[in-house]
């Protein structure tokens, strides 16, 4: 399994595109995998003969582990060239291991919680599965209820440790035969009504368990400011033609809003951080989220990274570069990860403003609406005149465990204020 991405240690197969006994030439995709968000095409390295496939579909692999091997001239390899030595030598204990996994049953025999024990014969529990469930004491019952994600809705090890994470609501489950005195968990059953049936793709699963995992994990706060963009608008539209001719790149707002965010969070450092359990970890790097929506309509956060350090030219660049590989579904699992603080351009969609849900483990997500023109009081020389200004709201949703509504209503306005008070002699 190759390396994907910084802090990628491991990758869930999706599908292999060569069965054994296949041609496979060198760049040739071999298989297709996913880690979070992003699916990834896997290139064979070598020109040979798919030999032995270690690894099927669902099985979830650290990066660096043999996933097949390939017979190239006469000599098998299964892993990168510059090993080759060093991975013959490996072969039978791989070989070995590979084939105690494939002789495992699909269906494994009852797990022993301590409390009860039960079968489910109509679940594809994966052996990890079962590994995990055992080490955290979780029932059959319980794992039944978890939420699952993987093809064909099978349980994945992301779906397990989010459910123990997210603090195991179905710990207490009971087997069929109970106390009929005990708490269960009430079986609803809703007019769900009719019409066409739309199958979730596994992106649109993964953001519907994030965003009720982020609701249920942090009490959400929505704090709002309006800022007078005016100097901003006119100074944008006055320099992007030079900007474009003098850097080849397109002067968009996003940049001069990422821009602001960065200076406001180095002012109030504390909203650029995330929870681990008790602890408050607040970063020293502060990458920026773009929350972006793919031609498929699924929604997906590229990163600028450390954005407080980049000039205009710099952030303008990186946010073209982004949202290309956005709309061209080319974003790779690096362009995805690392975020602190996320922006949402709702303003895009013609929304006024919005709520947004916080991107766990983040702390705070800033909404930025349309901007409108619109008569506003504004104090002149002469006094209070009314006059056609460029308006937009900002809201921003905060995580009440560790931002209390100073921070937040502080942090937000500080950003209004950057807005407003934009340099327009600025240089381009």
């Known amino acids: 399994?190759?390396?994907?991405?910084?802090?990628?240690?491991?990758?869930?197969?999706?599908?292999?595109?060569?069965?054994?006994?296949?041609?496979?030439?060198?760049?040739?995709?071999?298989?297709?995998?996913?880690?979070?968000?992003?699916?990834?095409?896997?290139?064979?390295?070598?020109?040979?003969?798919?030999?032995?496939?270690?690894?099927?579909?669902?099985?979830?692999?650290?990066?660096?582990?043999?996933?097949?091997?390939?017979?190239?001239?006469?000599?098998?390899?299964?892993?990168?060239?510059?090993?080759?030595?060093?991975?013959?030598?490996?072969?039978?204990?791989?070989?070995?291991?590979?084939?105690?996994?494939?002789?495992?049953?699909?269906?494994?025999?009852?797990?022993?919680?301590?409390?009860?024990?039960?079968?489910?014969?109509n679940t594809f529990l994966s052996p990890l599965i079962i590994s995990i469930a055992k080490k955290h004491h979780i029932s059959f019952e319980e794992l039944a209820r978890i939420p699952a994600t993987g093809k064909e809705g099978r349980l994945r090890k992301s779906d397990v440790f989010n459910y123990i994470e997210d603090g195991r609501l179905y710990k207490f489950a009971q087997p069929v035969v109970q106390d009929p005195t005990a708490y269960r968990i009430p079986q609803l059953t809703f007019d769900k009504g009719k019409g066409k049936i739309v199958e979730m793709d596994r992106m649109r699963q993964m953001i519907a368990d994030h965003m009720v995992y982020s609701k249920h994990t942090s009490p959400h706060v929505t704090a709002y400011v309006e800022a007078d963009l005016t100097d901003m608008v006119q100074w944008r539209n006055t320099n992007k033609k030079a900007f474009q001719e003098k850097y080849g790149e397109r002067l968009t707002f996003t940049p001069l809003f990422v821009e602001a965010v960065a200076k406001a969070i180095k002012d109030f450092p504390n909203i650029n951080a995330s929870v681990d359990g008790k602890n408050i970890i607040v970063k020293e790097e502060v990458n920026i989220g773009m929350a972006t929506a793919l031609p498929s309509g699924n929604l997906i956060v590229p990163v600028v990274k450390n954005a407080d350090q980049k000039d205009l030219v710099a952030l303008a660049a990186d946010v073209n570069a982004l949202s290309a590989k956005a709309r061209e579904n080319k974003l790779q699992a690096d362009d995805i990860k690392g975020s602190t603080f996320t922006i949402s351009n709702v303003g895009t969609f013609g929304s006024v403003m919005g709520t947004p849900i916080i991107n766990q483990p983040e702390v705070a997500i800033l909404a930025l609406g349309i901007i409108k023109k619109r008569p506003e009081v504004i104090e002149t020389e002469h006094g209070d005149e009314i006059a056609i200004r460029s308006m937009m709201y900002l809201s921003l949703s905060f995580d009440h465990r560790v931002v209390d509504g100073f921070l937040g209503g502080s942090f937000v306005r500080r950003v209004a204020d950057y807005f407003e008070q934009f340099d327009t002699d600025r240089d381009i």
């Open 1 to 121: 399994m190759p390396k994907l991405g910084e802090s990628i240690t491991e990758a869930a197969i999706i599908t292999w595109f060569k069965n054994v006994g296949d041609t496979v030439e060198e760049d040739e995709m071999l298989l297709e995998v996913a880690t979070d968000k992003v699916d990834s095409e896997v290139p064979s390295n070598v020109t040979g003969v798919v030999e032995e496939i270690l690894y099927q579909p669902n099985d979830v692999i650290k990066i660096g582990e043999t996933i097949a091997v390939i017979k190239v001239d006469g000599n098998v390899t299964s892993k990168p060239k510059s090993e080759g030595s060093s991975n013959r030598t490996k072969k039978p204990e791989v070989e070995k291991k590979a084939k105690a996994k494939r002789s495992k049953p699909a269906l494994q025999p009852a797990v022993n919680t301590g409390n009860f024990s039960v079968s489910n014969s």
